[in-house]
Antibody
Framework: QVQLQESGPGLVKPSETLSLTCAVS?????????WGWIRQPPGKGLEWIGS???????YYNPSLKSRVTISVDTSKNQFSLKLSSVTAADTAVYYC???????????WGQGTMVTVSS | QSVLTQPPSVSGAPGQRVTISCTGS?????????VHWYQQLPGTAPKLLIY???NRPSGVPDRFSGSKSGTSASLAITGLQAEDEADYYC????????????FGTGTKVTVL
């Protein structure tokens, strides 16, 4: 079955860049679908960060667009997130997920907690 | 701040029916964009419960149903069970601010 797994540092210093990778197994990213990142601050709700197609086409949440870069590596069957100039407000559990045609996110990774602190 | 509003909490006894509302506007639900629902058990990732307003993915019990009307949508849980105690989120697309996927504020369901 399709599985997603996030990886990356759990602690990032303020003003630095947060970098995460989502490894996809059981499905080739090149076959289609959009792939996205969603985050959840502790005790709060969900926020969509952005999504990417296997071709590299991206679209981002306007509120984060100036700081976000999402890229895809089809040879490694994974996609990545970079969020620059982080502050404590970026502390959250970061999820990667697959987006289906109707716009829903049908498969999610387990999530990875990222804390922004010096 | 989310553009989709949900009640913070709902509760019911086992076997009862509860509903969760998701109120949007003319730039999201009212514009015809689909509404999806997720269940998030404590400490776990969200799980897709309903997609395309009223469709259940394979494996989701038919106790869960979704509907949409105007600028709002609803999730109903019938025959409430202890395992249904979780947070529930609606999600749609919003065409304002260059377009973005948006989630509801979330609702905690408590089984009494």
């Amino acid at each position: 079955q399709v599985q997603l797994q996030e990886s990356g540092p759990g602690l990032v210093k303020p003003s630095e860049t947060l970098s995460l990778t989502c490894a996809v197994s059981g499905y080739s990213i090149s076959s289609g679908y959009y792939w996205g990142w969603i985050r959840q601050p502790p005790g709060k709700g969900l926020e969509w960060i952005g999504s990417i197609y296997h071709s590299g086409s991206t679209y981002y949440n306007p509120s984060l667009k100036s700081r976000v870069t999402i890229s895809v590596d089809t040879s490694k069957n994974q996609f990545s997130l970079k969020l620059s100039s982080v502050t404590a407000a970026d502390t959250a559990v970061y999820y990667c997920a697959r987006r289906v045609l109707e716009g829903a996110f049908d498969i999610w990774g387990q999530g990875t907690m990222v804390t922004v602190s010096s | 701040q989310s553009v989709l509003t949900q009640p913070p909490s709902v509760s019911g006894a086992p076997g009862q029916r509860v509903t969760i509302s998701c109120t949007g506007s003319s730039s999201n639900i009212g514009a015809g964009y689909d509404v999806h629902w997720y269940q998030q058990l404590p400490g776990t990732a969200p799980k897709l419960l309903i997609y395309g307003n009223s469709n259940r993915p394979s494996g989701v019990p038919d106790r869960f149903s979704g509907s949409k009307s105007g600028t709002s949508a609803s999730l109903a849980i019938t025959g409430l069970q202890a395992e249904d105690e979780a947070d529930y989120y609606c999600q749609s697309y919003d065409s304002s601010l260059s377009g973005r996927y948006v989630f509801g504020t979330g609702t905690k369901v408590t089984v009494l």
